[in-house]
């Protein structure tokens, strides 16, 4: 019986495995929002102990980042690096290859959670997760990115499968560490979990300090410890991180929404059309349990001015439970009169509708990475084995370029941010890489013909 339950379960693996793979590479290059943890991965595999070459030096971003992250997926796809440098592969492919290890430490915490769901739910609600969750777009889009939030996702949803399932050490356990190195906001999030279950006893608070302290001091041991040897000075950098967007509330420097933004706009965007199943599975009572943290962690981190949907991320899994249990509701009933039948067609169209979206939106999120295209197509045109010195702006930097796209090593990239057309250092560059602005391009035309105007 094992054997036949993990063989019908493979299709539903392979599919997840398959749709993150194809999202990965219709766009392999990266935002800005992803750099710090794409160049750190870079540079532990490719500068090693070199640590005055790392890139955090030059570029610190306004907030200190962790380098767990970067230094746990650099360590699981060195390997697979090292093979492909012995083969002479363009750098490039170690960018996917990072990229693609995180995608499946995502694939492998949602494959634990629907192994759960599968043993309290049934195995119709747990097939449906799988579908809703390929079908939708953002949440396969973003699990093999570099962001914070997404290093944050897998230990979110090993931290939710175990308070389902009971397992208060776990639980607690993967909670300190995400909240103290990842993401403090989770706090929230999980915090509430956490007194459902104390306010239902099914933990006690003896239970709860003896699991918690010493997690706790783990937790922000590991990160003081490491973060302060890479960034050179004691750090606790998500300490740093929350003081700065939620105290300072710094973050609204980036823009603002209105207070149900999420509601509205994120959730909808996010679930698409398996939205409209959310309450039908609340039918069953046990889902309000998996809601209320859920909800209330989206309202309550609604007070924060600045939002963006990644932010909530961590909550898409678990809504899409309550929508598979909704659509099982109807496809258990199919037998019973024409409205389940009808209802069943319903839940089949949603499926296409949201691939349909899905597809739509991948497709325009390809041709949303000027500068990675761009680089490449330097690469292409001039030999390798010319004198390049070229210039990376910084729209250029943020949308695409990494130092995984630096493939020839006799060539020499910048990336300094001083630097205008005006500037007499521009002169020394063989190749500009910079933003299609026809401002810009008119004024260095006409800068180009007054330095031939003044060698004449």
């Not at 500037?423 to 260095?444: F, G, I, Q, T, W």
Request: hydrophobic letters at 45%; glycine letters at 6%; a positive charge.
């Amino acid at each position: 019986m094992a054997e036949k339950r993990n063989a019908s379960g493979l299709p539903l693996l392979l599919l997840l495995i398959s749709v993150i793979l194809l999202h990965l590479f219709t766009c392999p290059f990266t935002k800005v929002e992803e750099s710090f943890n794409l160049q750190a991965a870079h540079d532990i595999l490719f500068h090693k102990l070199d640590f005055e070459k790392y890139d955090h030096h030059e570029f610190p971003g306004v907030v200190p980042r962790t380098f767990i992250g970067p230094l746990f997926l650099s360590t699981l796809c060195s390997p697979f690096v090292f093979l492909s440098s012995q083969m002479d592969s363009p750098k490039f492919y170690s960018q996917l290859l990072v990229r693609g290890c995180l995608g499946m430490c995502v694939i492998g915490a949602l494959w634990c959670m629907q192994r759960e769901i599968r043993k309290q739910f049934g195995s119709t609600v747990a097939c449906l997760f799988c579908l809703i969750c390929t079908s939708q777009f953002h949440l396969m889009f973003y699990s093999s990115r570099t962001l914070p939030n997404v290093f944050a996702l897998p230990v979110v949803l090993l931290a939710f499968t175990s308070w389902m399932g009971q397992r208060y050490g776990s639980f607690i356990g993967f909670s300190a560490l995400v909240i103290l190195v990842f993401r403090a906001e989770l706090c929230i999030f999980l915090g509430l979990m956490l007194l459902m279950s104390l306010a239902s006893r099914k933990l006690g608070i003896l239970l709860l300090f003896s699991y918690a302290i010493p997690a706790g001091v783990l937790s922000l041991g590991l990160t003081v410890a490491v973060d302060s040897f890479f960034w050179r000075k004691l750090l606790w950098p998500e300490g740093q991180v929350l003081w700065y967007n939620t105290v300072l509330n710094k973050s609204s420097d980036w823009g603002t929404s209105p207070f149900l933004w999420y509601f509205y706009s994120a959730v909808p965007r996010a679930l698409g059309c398996s939205l409209l199943f959310v309450p039908l599975g609340l039918l069953d009572r046990r889902m309000s349990v998996l809601l209320l943290p859920t909800m209330g962690f989206i309202l309550l981190y609604s007070l924060l001015p600045h939002k963006e949907l990644r932010f909530i991320i961590y909550t898409f899994p678990v809504l899409n439970v309550v929508a598979a249990r909704g659509c099982s509701f109807i496809l258990n009933n199919y037998h019973k009169s024409w409205l389940y039948k009808f209802g069943s067609m319903v839940v089949v169209g949603h499926f296409l509708i949201n691939a349909a979206y899905s597809g739509i939106s991948l497709y325009v999120s390809h041709h949303n990475y000027p500068g990675g295209r761009g680089i490449q197509e330097l690469h292409r045109l001039v030999p390798t084995t010319s004198d390049v010195f070229v210039h990376v702006d910084t729209f250029t930097a943020e949308t695409g370029v990494s130092r995984f796209l630096e493939q020839n090593k006799n060539w020499r990239y910048d990336k300094r941010e001083d630097l205008t057309l005006e500037h007499p250092d521009v002169n020394m560059y063989s190749h500009l890489l910079m933003e299609a602005n026809v401002s810009k391009m008119s004024c260095r035309t006409r800068q180009k013909s007054s330095d031939n105007g003044e060698k004449e």
